[in-house]
């Protein structure tokens, strides 16, 4: 595992959230190699939408689930991104973009043989 734990704090209002994630050695390889920064991992985990596939955690972001706030440089960024976690939800596998994610992802079995 990297060393190290990142945490995500995003207020909505009311309700607050927080992560508490860490790069698996392949995680960390990939994502640099793709370009995908810490930034954009907190807002995928943040606002990404989760399927439980295989026994991990593929969280999917879509432009149109993005809130206004954002602006529209980080939304580009942030199309079609896919972030895959372990079984215990704080390991990330790796990360890529897909432009069907919805389709790539609801097509895996729901168990990994």
């Not at 990939?30 to 920064?37: K, L, V």
């Not at 593929?58 to 972030?83: C, G, T, W, Y």
Request: with cysteine.
């Amino acid at each position: 595992m990297k060393n190290g734990k990142r945490f995500i704090e995003e207020q909505t209002g009311a309700k607050a959230v927080a992560y508490e994630y860490k790069h698996t050695i392949h995680s960390f390889a990939r994502a640099s190699q793709r370009g995908i920064d810490n930034d954009l991992i907190q807002m995928a985990l943040c606002y990404g939408q989760e399927f439980f596939r295989q026994g991990m955690i593929f969280i999917a972001v879509q432009s149109h689930h993005l809130p206004d706030s954002i602006d529209e440089r980080m939304r580009r960024r942030l199309k079609n991104l896919v972030v895959v976690l372990g079984n215990n939800a704080r390991d990330i596998v790796t990360c890529f973009w897909a432009t069907n994610s919805l389709k790539y992802i609801k097509r895996k079995g729901v168990k990994l043989y």
